[in-house]
């Protein structure tokens, strides 16, 4: 496999260009071609032995959506199919104020989370940061979308994959992604999904990218959140509470907690309770979501009902809640559900 060119930034293109002898407004064609989605091949305003020299180097196709699913609500899955044959999973959602993409990090992951399908197969290799920036370009330009009226206006780092276990890759595709020259999206209108990697928590504080840290906690104890995340055995919620502390004294912005609803597991009034006792107070918020159900899994969602009251139950204790809507489940779309795969294998 070649190297990826979408893993520079617009400076060493400008390197790139001048080392390859070309003149230097050739430097902002290529990455304008880029940014718009198209692969070396099909930027039309490079002459075609400068494009031969680059095919020579890089990988002319980093990234190409091999099948799109789309969901009664409107949801759209995509599979990736990577330079080397991987396959990575993708998300792109509509809501009022624009579409979000969910974006992967990884080819699977090796968190192990129990609730998680991206795990199942262990982690094959991280993503290097064009690749995942790649995802967003491939996107954008498929429906529509330019540097300056995007198609994606949001993006969650909540695909398969821990961004923080692939973290020097994951920062250089944020500085790519929200900067000036590229798709300029705002740090606020980015948000990141760990399960709590408190060492990469205080890392990222110190970066500089006040984007919306959300956190996966899903247990109000140690001992109960490591029967279905085995991180919870080296970082405990005591110290990730710390480390969301410091994430907001360094960049003012609050933090929010995925809490997925398990049946018999994680929400009864005490749990509700306890929660309420755990973060009650602090700048942050809590997303709950109700179990999207993997086959090869043996835990089970709560009902809405019950969802609903755990909500109530929050709200009255003083949280700062919401229930996330379901959407894209009826296509493997929705959190938790998404994997890493084969070609060969996607195609069956």
């Not at 290097?128 to 967003?136: A, N, R, T, V």
């Not at 709950?288 to 019950?306: G, H």
Request: glycine letters at 8%; hydrophobic letters at 35%; charged letters at 25%.
């Amino acid at each position: 496999m070649k190297a990826i060119i979408q893993d520079l930034n617009y400076n060493q293109i400008k390197e790139l260009v001048a080392s390859y002898g070309q003149p230097s407004f050739r430097a902002k064609q290529l990455y304008e071609g880029l940014t718009r989605g198209k692969d070396i091949s099909q930027i039309s305003t490079l002459p075609t032995s400068f494009k031969e020299r680059l095919l020579a180097d890089f990988e002319d196709c980093t990234i190409k959506i091999a099948h799109t699913f789309e969901g009664s609500d409107g949801t759209k899955k995509f599979l990736f199919e990577l330079a080397d044959g991987n396959i990575i999973e993708g998300v792109l959602m509509s809501y009022k104020y624009g579409n979000t993409q969910c974006v992967s990090t990884q080819v699977g992951c090796r968190m192990g989370c129990k609730f998680c399908a991206s795990t199942l197969n262990g982690r094959v290799r991280d993503l290097s940061s064009g690749e995942i920036l790649s995802q967003i370009l491939k996107v954008n330009a498929a429906y529509g979308g330019t540097k300056d009226k995007r198609a994606v206006t949001n993006v969650v780092l909540m695909g398969s994959g821990e961004p923080f276990d692939n973290y020097d890759n994951v920062v250089t595709f944020l500085k790519n992604l929200t900067s000036a020259e590229g798709l300029n999206i705002s740090p606020r209108n980015i948000s990141l999904s760990t399960c709590g990697l408190v060492d990469k928590m205080y890392q990222f504080a110190q970066e500089g990218i006040p984007l919306n840290l959300t956190v996966s906690l899903h247990a109000t104890t140690d001992m109960e959140r490591a029967r279905t995340m085995p991180i919870a055995n080296k970082w405990s919620i005591a110290e990730i509470l710390q480390a969301c502390d410091n994430y907001f004294a360094k960049t003012g912005r609050r933090y929010i907690f995925e809490y997925s609803l398990i049946e018999g597991e994680n929400c009864d009034r005490r749990h509700a309770e306890e929660l309420i006792n755990l973060l009650k107070g602090r700048p942050c918020h809590v997303n709950l979501i109700r179990l999207n159900e993997v086959k090869e899994r043996t835990l089970k969602a709560t009902d809405e009902k019950s969802a609903y009251r755990f909500l109530g139950l929050l709200e009255k204790g003083g949280l700062s809640a919401t229930l996330r809507r379901q959407i894209g489940s009826d296509i493997g779309g929705a959190c938790g559900q998404l994997r890493a795969s084969f070609v060969d294998e996607s195609r069956k």
